[in-house]
């Protein structure tokens, strides 16, 4: 089996869902280059059927990008396909994502169905796709919540009516890492003609787990994660990108390889933000504010003497120039002795316990101890020079 993983992102249907995320056209098209630069294999630009807007965005995105591959999602309703594929025709690569709820609730709930009513819905989707587009994606919504040996055979029905890729999302964040795990090598397993498609990953994070039901899913046989930057998406969000390329990129004896440039990280995951009106946490893995920021003396000690200590990922591989020595009640004499080295300060032992003792007790009156502080703590104040 082929270690390369295939990277779609759907930033902007999934994650521009968000209440408060929606973007202009424009701002899509920016989204849409920079996701291109970044070297994501598939774009997911919208859902054509669901607005006029969201239809010109897919034909505007469609023009302007020209490596990946362009996706547009539909029910399995032939008006929604229709209008995708005319949404698509600029596009150089393009891909009609269909689908329908395969879960129990689904199928009685949503659609007042049947199992096997379900497959043929299914079934005469995704042939009423293919008349379009070479490359059909077909999603089993809610497989997470759909039992094994029904969505099997879900799934080899749809490839066998010509998906080259079926997505296995888990819609409600419910599965366990093991059990979503399971159930991709269960597919791989029994699904008559699995080699002549590709399993899909596309894990929401209700539970806090969307990552790691990804990975899961990636190391029993999936070769595609649908993913967003930040992790935005519909209520806790989607697998954030940025998780899985570094978590690949740092786990070599996975195997696993991606197309993504990681360096240019940092910069999409501020314009996201930015363009969304979305903060980011600032715990957040990866991108957030102190996901490189060393606090407590003891850490800043280890980093200081070498980051191999308590660094993971060279914050240069995610496009971040440096770490960050946070200088705080916590932090030790190592700390304070570098940050006035890089101002531009030398001082010897005495002087620096003297400043030390200083900074402690500013320290406990204030969060953080600006380089301004420092200065003027070793008497070297900007404002008087
Ligand atoms: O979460 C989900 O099931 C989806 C599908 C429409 C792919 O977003
Ligand atoms: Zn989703």
Redesign the pocket.
Known sequence: MSDRLFIFD?TL??GEQVPGCQLNTVEKIQVAKALEALGVDVIEAGFPVSSPGDFKSVVEISKAVTWPTICA?TRAVEKDIDVAAEALKFAKRSRI?T?IGTSDPHIKYKFNSTREEIIERAIAATKYARKYVDDVEF?C??AGRTENEYLARVVEAVIKAGATVV?I???TGYCLPDEYGAKIKYLMEHVDGIEKAILST?C?NDLGMATANTVQGVLNGARQV?VTINGIG?RAG?TSLEEIAMIFKSHKECGITTNINTTKIYGISRTVSSLMNMPIQPNKAIVGRNAFAHSSGIHQDGVLKNVQTYEIIDPKDVGIDDNAIVLTARSGRAALKHRLHVLGIETNQEKLDQIYEDFLKLADKKKEITDDDVLVLAGADRTMN
Do not use: K
Request: glycine fraction near 6%; charge should be negative; charged fraction near 40%.
């Open positions: 759907t249907r999934d999602l994502h689908g999603y919504e809610d997505n999302p888990d819609t596309h929401h649908e519909e989607n």
